[in-house]
């Protein structure tokens, strides 16, 4: 599996932008699809997750109601709508894919400023 981010950027706060995960390869073997950040001098935290299956999702604190994780089957693509965006959203944001058979697969990261 290959994940390859894009839709990162510069924004004002209050904005919204929208990130778009491609994933290639085996994807029929993928659990769980989540969207984690990196915010400089910190740890990678988790942002956002969704349950293959079952569709359920699970939001970090400081963005529920903010953002929302999604996917589209039908062009391998996962999403992250992020809106009402603060400052302390700034951060490298990456994609993230779990697979029993392949296991655990990372995006290249991709960078979204907010800016007063």
């Known amino acids: 599996v290959q994940l390859v981010e894009s839709g990162g950027g510069l924004v004002q706060a209050g904005g919204s932008l929208r990130l778009s995960c491609a994933v290639s390869?085996?994807?029929?073997?993928?659990?769980?699809i989540s969207w984690y950040r990196q915010a400089p001098g910190k740890q990678r935290e988790l942002v956002a997750a969704?349950?293959?299956?079952?569709?359920?999702?699970n939001y970090a604190d400081p963005v529920k109601g903010r953002f929302t994780i999604s996917t589209d089957n039908a062009k391998n693509t996962m999403y992250l709508q992020m809106n009402s965006l603060k400052r302390e959203d700034t951060a490298v944001y990456y994609c993230?894919?779990?697979?029993?058979?392949?296991?655990?697969?990372w995006g290249q990261g991709t960078l979204v400023t907010v800016s007063e």
């Open positions: 969704l349950t293959v299956g079952g569709g359920r999702t």
């Open positions: 390869g085996s994807a029929f073997s993928i659990t769980t």
């Open positions: 993230n894919t779990d697979s029993p058979l392949i296991g655990v697969r």
